[in-house]
């Protein structure tokens, strides 16, 4: 049986989207939308490390999120369509594939699949691995889940594995001290540092280097300290390269 065509059309569809929101993340990034800014504090001694973000990620970003996230989930849910139809039922408006974090008394699809197919279907759940949530069924489930229920505030700009220089033309010195990652805001403060000789010269150039990106700034559906477009490129993969390949025998 030749498998529903709607499936490839998703996850290509997904791909468009993919391109797209790399030639945005590029655009965006490319205005240089942080700026560092010292604050002396008043012991002499320490200084406040601020970064503002002139530019905060366009709400265009967080829509290509979700329609990539849209277009591979009914990608998974047009896979279960296609089996019930293989086993020779209905499909019913229930029909969706299954995404499980707990094991349940009884894994089913609506309209009915073959045996073969039902245990395929249970070998990728995610209760199957240590960590559920991290399985990247479960994380696009709940991509999907927020982009649909929520305000779209999915993206946020991140920072990582950041130091921070003082210095002159002449030469600059590392400043030590803990450094914030993920998620930063206008303002936000990523680092207090002390100076051994208890003074700042007030000409000193601040320069940082490290890694920023576009990150997912909802808790509890994907790493937030991941980049966006690198999660969903597992995804794309994961749908295409390893779900479709192992229905499709079954289809």
């Given amino acids: 049986m030749t498998q529903p065509p709607g499936i490839r059309a998703k996850i ?11 030639d945005e993340l590029h655009r965006y990034l490319d205005l240089d939308p942080i700026t560092l800014v ?12 601020a970064v503002r973000v002139t ?19 009914s990608a998974v849910d047009h896979i279960a369509y296609g089996l019930v139809l293989a086993a020779g039922n209905t499909p019913t408006t229930r029909t969706s594939f299954p995404v499980c974090k707990n094991r349940p008394n009884r894994l ?20 199957q691995q240590d960590d559920p949530s991290a399985h990247p069924l479960y994380v696009l489930n709940e991509l999907w889940n927020v982009d649909k229920h ?8 991140m920072f ?26 206008d303002n936000g ?9 208890g003074e700042i010269d007030p000409e ?3 320069t940082a280097m490290g890694s920023s990106f576009v990150g997912l700034d909802e808790p509890g559906s994907s790493p937030s300290n991941y980049p966006v477009q690198s999660l969903l490129e597992y995804l794309y993969n994961y749908v295409s390269k390893e779900m479709l390949p192992r229905f499709e025998p079954l289809l």
């Fill in 12 to 22: 290509d569809r997904a791909m468009e989207h993919l391109l797209k929101l790399d």
């Fill in 38 to 49: 010292r604050q002396i504090q008043p012991d002499g001694e320490t200084s406040a490390i």
């Fill in 55 to 73: 530019t905060q990620p366009p709400v265009l970003l967080s829509v290509l999120v979700g329609e990539i996230a849209h277009q591979l989930r």
């Fill in 108 to 127: 089913a699809v609506h309209g009915g699949v073959s045996n073969e197919a039902l245990s395929r279907i249970e070998e990728l759940q995610p209760y």
């Fill in 150 to 157: 929520r305000s779209l505030h999915l993206t946020a700009l």
């Fill in 160 to 185: 990582t594995n950041t130091q921070v220089f003082l210095g002159t033309p002449a030469g600059s010195s590392l400043v030590g001290g803990q450094l914030q990652t993920g998620a930063i805001g």
């Fill in 189 to 197: 403060v990523i680092g207090v540092f002390r100076f051994a000789n």
């Fill in 204 to 206: 000193l150039e601040i």
